[in-house]
């Protein structure tokens, strides 16, 4: 069994910062792209940052020069650094995975989701 277990959301003032943490964990033999996704109420989910196993970074316009996503193919982890955050950014923030998993193939994985609120 697969999963992805998320750490790091909290409650902080528009201008600061906080980390974001995910681990893969389970029987798999490769992790393709990885990244986070944030759903604030009220909104669809939208993307924020995705990095693929090489290191290529893609981050949403809003977040552009603010976030840093980054990852350890060794220990299966994806972090995103938020840097000057806005209340805007208050949404629950979710990993996601497409994972290589033994027997089944190529399977997208979420995890279940961390609180981000940034009071101003």
């Known amino acids: 069994q697969v999963q992805l277990v998320e750490s790091g959301g909290g409650l902080v003032q528009a201008g600061g910062s906080l980390r974001l943490s995910c681990t893969a964990s389970?029987?798999?033999?490769?992790?393709?792209?990885m990244g986070w996704y944030r759903q604030a109420p009220g909104k669809q989910r939208e993307l924020v940052a995705t990095?693929?196993?090489?290191?290529?970074?893609n981050y949403a316009d809003s977040v552009q020069g603010r976030f840093t996503i980054s990852r350890d193919n060794a220990k299966n982890t994806v972090d995103l650094q938020m840097n000057r955050l806005e209340p805007e950014d208050t949404a629950v923030y979710s990993c996601?995975?497409?994972?290589?998993?033994?027997?089944?193939?190529?399977?997208?994985?979420w995890g279940q989701g961390t609180q981000v609120t940034v009071s101003s």
């Open positions: 990095i693929t196993s090489g290191g290529s970074a």
């Open positions: 389970g029987s798999f033999f490769g992790i393709n792209s």
């Open positions: 996601y995975a497409e994972i290589n998993v033994f027997f089944t193939g190529r399977r997208d994985y």
